[in-house]
């Protein structure tokens, strides 16, 4: 392919996925992600693959978890209520230690809430989602770009630390047309012994379970999937800066607030207010140094976010209340404009003065 | 230049903006095309909103619009107060009777479903919006126009793209006419002003 | 000379089964099948939540547990991202009827080319004798200890009957696991199921009516007894659906 490709968030996801290697998506309807869907049931057949529309979300997670038992990419794609649904299998992808790509272009909610786009499944995302100790990586686009290169990293992670990778996307961001520039991706090619491929004859039987009925043997398996986590931790936490070197106040902010937040930085800028981002790509693992480094720097920080606070509460526990956290948001599918964001900056910087 | 399009559902708003946004890539500027969603299919309001800049762009979404495309009335009423000064707002005056009230930005009438329909062209108004469009705030020449509708034009709407293009001229020429007039008949009536 | 044996395909462990169970009848028919036709190299099994949910261990087979009731799902993806594998579900009635119900319905809808065995004893066995979809009306279970009452709580489900409506699938059988008759006739239905997966026929369920002496309050003898009385009246035995001989015969 040559030159950028004007296409939306959802669809250049949809597109990486194949690039990446996918080939089995199992999925149910919800708007505002059914672009992805949509391309795909024409996409994947071109290619090879299984395009299949699921009875339910919980059936789309669990064939998702069958195709990962065979050892094969596959994804599913839903938008917040449908991943409520979908909280059960990604409780067993994890108890199974499955590598897995899940998508959440998130809506307002809760319960049906609205179609427009929110970022008030945080918590949810970043805390695993289903029950039982777990964690999924939570990559955080914030332009229809970074819908296609994060999702090709979500595989390759997944697959690494044989985990579930989120795309926690909103609305925004899955519908919005930008040029895209699809590099041919190198997939990492990880061997996965474990497959339930039959065993041909040849080897053991292999078993994919999350169920240890022995409290000794159950909480070793936890042990040791947190020490791939903390690995995660060590080695995939990414992140932003924008106009940190001289800040002195410090916008957090991710996907589309993140957009906003770039604007109203720029803008405080050229007040003169000495205004900066971080902008974690993943939200899981937190860019938690990152910004304990910058505690030491700025006077505050300013959590934008489409949610009550949800990453706010990341942010304090990151500085260890060190500095002072504002939040500026908008909930139940409303945007911010950079004009609200630019107006916090300059509340928060006179309150502080 | 922030672009907002208004109209019905059905008008082709989104269409109209995703042409400008192509038109854009093609310029090599930073893009962004970001549509109203709601839950009905047909009818209703549309909206689409369209960032063209020559640095990275932020919030993808647009408040206060450079260019206002008014497709219908409800459309011109809702929006034209958040046109910045200085701006312009293109509107569909075979759908729109009342003219904008501002008197800070560039108005530009065109009678499109007119136009269109007069050439066989039924459905096009948005392309003979997008010529007027074209004509001042976004030069293309014929090459690029027919290069961003071949990009934008789904492969089984191949055929269409002639008539699209059509439409787009019928637009051009016309407010470039229309205008030429306007000022020959500005100077006709100022001039005697400045003699009286 | 014939020497009773264990299948190949099964393991020495010793079943958890409670004496009397038939789980372990049926285990050996899908072992009997699964050596038979030659598949244990390609096989793989997805246990359910319920007594059954340890199967695993006694096949040596790679195989998975799915989450209560979406046993078809999983073998779904397993199926559809490896066609050359022989992918089957064992399930309860509780996971398949109750939970798992939607998944298994659209699995039989998709003419999904996978094998389901089900095995129903008309009670949830592993949480301790709780009312199943399947307990018959008047049977007492440990949440119906008057009786499962049809007017409050409706009655039982009939799957066979509800998925032979469906164009979907291939082939729906009954059969029961307590006589040597019975046996014999639920081996062959097994042993169909999984042939008709290799001939890439479609979706096949083989239903084994099966006994709970400890959940019924019965001996095991008695419990064999009571499907002859109390369940095959109400779920009788035979072919509901089958397509799979179109053609063949």
Known sequence: MTGPILMKGNEALAEAAVQAGCRYYFGYPITPQTEIGAYLAKRMPEVGGVFLQAESEVAAIHMLYGASCAGKRAMTSSSSPGVSLKSEGLSYLAGSDLP????????????????????????????????????????????????????????????????????????????????????PAQPLNIEKPWALTG???????????????????????????????????????????????D??????????????????????????????????????????????????????????????????????????????????????????????????????????? | ??????????????????????????????????????????????????????????????????????????????????????????????LIREAPEREDVRLRALPATKLASDAGLEGLANMILLGAFLSDCLPLNETEILHTLEQTVPRHKAHLIEANRHAIAIGKQTIEQTEQELHSETKRISHPRKVG | MTMFRKPRVMTATQTHYCPGCTHGIIHRLVGEAIDTLGIEG???????????????????????IAAHGRAPAVATGLKRANPDSIVFTYQGDGDLASIGMAEAVHAAARGENITIIFVNNAVYGMTGGQMAPTSLP?????????GRDSALCGFPVKVCEMLAQL????YIARV???????????????????????????????????????????SPKDALGWIDSAMIPYYPLGVYKDTSRKGIE
Not at chain 1, 214 to 242: I, V
Not at chain 2, 37 to 55: F, H, K, Q, W
Not at chain 3, 138 to 146: L, N
């Open chain 1, 199 to 245: 065993t041909q004859g040849k080897r053991e039987k292999n078993i994919v379970t999350s169920l240890y009925l022995s409290p000794a043997e159950l909480e070793g398996k936890n042990l040791s999937r947190f020490a791939r986590y903390a690995l995660a931790e060590q080695n995939e936490t990414d992140f932003e800066a924008f106009c940190m070197d």
């Open chain 3, 176 to 218: 029961a696991a307590n006589s040597p008759k019975n046996v014999l006739a639920a081996k062959k239905a097994i042993e169909r199921a999984f042939r008709n997966q290799i001939e890439g026929k479609g979706f096949s369920l083989v239903e084994v009516l099966s006994s709970c002496p400890t959940n019924w309050g019965m």
């Open chain 1, 100 to 183: 897995a790509l899940v998508v959440n272009v998130q809506r307002a909610g809760p319960g049906l809430g609205g179609i427009q786009p929110s970022q008030s499944d945080y918590m949810q995302a970043t805390r695993g989602g289903g029950h039982g100790d777990f964690r999924n990586i939570v990559l955080a686009p914030a332009s229809a770009q970074e819908m296609a290169t994060l999702t090709m990293r979500g595989f390759d992670l997944a697959d690494k630390y044989r985990m579930t990778a989120m795309i926690l996307a909103d609305g925004t961001v899955g519908q919005m047309m930008e040029p895209v520039l699809l590099e």
């Open chain 3, 42 to 64: 390609r096989s793989v099994g997805v246990a359910p939540v319920g007594c059954s949910v340890l199967a695993y261990n006694y096949f040596n087979l790679d195989m998975t």
């Open chain 3, 167 to 170: 164009d979907g699938p291939a």
């Open chain 2, 1 to 94: 230049m922030r672009i907002l399009i208004a109209g019905f559902g059905g008008q082709g708003v989104l269409f109209l903006g995703k042409l400008i946004a192509h038109a854009g890539v093609l310029l090599g500027k930073h893009v962004t095309w970001l549509p109203s969603y709601g839950p009905e299919m047909r009818g209703g309001t549309a909206n689409c909103a369209v960032i063209l800049s020559d640095e990275p762009i932020g919030s993808p979404m647009v408040s206060e619009p450079d260019v206002l495309i008014a497709m219908n009335l409800p459309s011109l009423t809702a929006y034209q107060p958040r046109v910045q000064t200085g701006g312009e707002i293109l509107y569909d005056a075979s």
């Open chain 1, 247 to 353: 800040a002195e106040i410090c916008l957090v902010a991710y996907g589309i607030s993140a957009r906003v937040s770039r604007s109203a930085v720029s803008a405080a800028r050229e007040k003169g207010i000495r205004a900066g981002m971080i902008r974690p790509i993943t939200l899981w693992p937190f860019p938690t140094e990152a910004l304990r480094q910058a505690a030491k720097q700025v006077k505050q920080f300013l959590s934008v976010e489409l949610s009550m606070g949800q990453m706010l509460t990341d942010i304090e526990l990151a500085v260890r209340c060190a500095r002072p956290v504002t939040l500026v948001s908008h909930v139940g599918g409303v945007i911010l404009t950079p004009e609200e964001v630019l107006h916090a900056i300059d509340h928060a910087v006179e309150v502080s003065a």
């Open chain 3, 138 to 146: 008047g049977q007492i279970t440990q949440t119906s200890p008057s």
